[in-house]
C-alpha cells in the first residue's frame, strides 16, 4: 500500500489513520478495515467536501503565483486601482524589469490582466477573490508577526482585518 506525503491529499478528503485502503474500494467489506474510536470529549463531523485533482492542482498553481513578496504587493496595488507598470515602479519602488517580470507571471496565472491604452497597460485584478486571498494572508502574517509584540497592530493589519470582517459580515 502507497504511503501519503505530506503534500497528497487522501482520496476520501480526510486524514489517513491506520484505516485500511482496501475497505474504501468498490465491493470491500467492512471486514477488511480498523475501526477508529474517536474520544468521547470529541465530537465527529462530517467530513469537507471533496474536490477533484484538476482543481486542487489549479488552486495550488495559484497560490504559488501569488507566492512572492512583490507579486503579493502588486495585487495588494490593483486591489486599490487599476495601475499601469511605471506607477507599480513608482509605488513598489522596485526596478520596472521585476515588475514586468512578476507581472507576466501572475497575468499567466490568471491574477491579473492588462489593457492597452495608448502606449501604455492597465492592469487590474481579474477577479476580486484573488485580492481576498492576499489581503488574509497578509492580515494573518501580521497578527502573528514576531516584529509586532503581542497584541498590537500596524495600521495596515487594522485595514486589512476590517476589510475582512466586512467581507465575512456581507458573505
Known amino acids: 500500500m502507497p504511503v501519503a506525503g505530506p503534500d497528497s491529499v487522501p482520496e476520501t478528503g ?24 474517536h ?3 470529541r465530537t465527529v463531523s462530517q467530513p469537507a467536501p471533496r474536490y477533484d485533482t484538476q482543481t486542487l492542482s489549479e488552486a495550488g498553481e495559484l497560490l504559488r503565483a501569488l507566492a512572492a513578496p512583490v507579486r503579493i504587493s502588486i495585487v495588494l496595488q490593483l486591489r486599490a486601482a487599476e495601475r499601469c507598470v511605471h506607477e507599480l515602479v513608482d509605488a513598489l519602488g522596485v526596478t520596472q524589469p521585476l515588475i514586468s517580470q512578476h507581472l507576466r507571471v501572475l497575468k499567466s496565472a490568471g491574477v ?4 492597452r491604452h495608448g502606449r501604455e497597460v492597465v492592469y487590474r485584478l481579474s477577479d476580486e477573490h484573488l485580492a481576498h486571498i ?4 497578509v492580515a494573518h502574517a501580521e497578527e502573528t508577526s514576531e516584529a509586532a509584540p503581542h497584541g498590537t497592530r500596524t495600521e495596515s493589519a487594522n485595514t486589512l482585518a476590517q476589510h475582512s470582517r466586512h467581507r465575512q459580515e456581507t458573505a
Open 14 to 37: 480526510q486524514q489517513t489513520s491506520g484505516v485500511s485502503r482496501e475497505a474504501e474500494s468498490p465491493g470491500a467489506t467492512s471486514e477488511t478495515t480498523e475501526h477508529h474510536v
Open 112 to 115: 491579473v490582466r492588462g489593457q
Open 134 to 137: 492576499v489581503v488574509d494572508a
Open 39 to 41: 474520544s468521547p470529549e
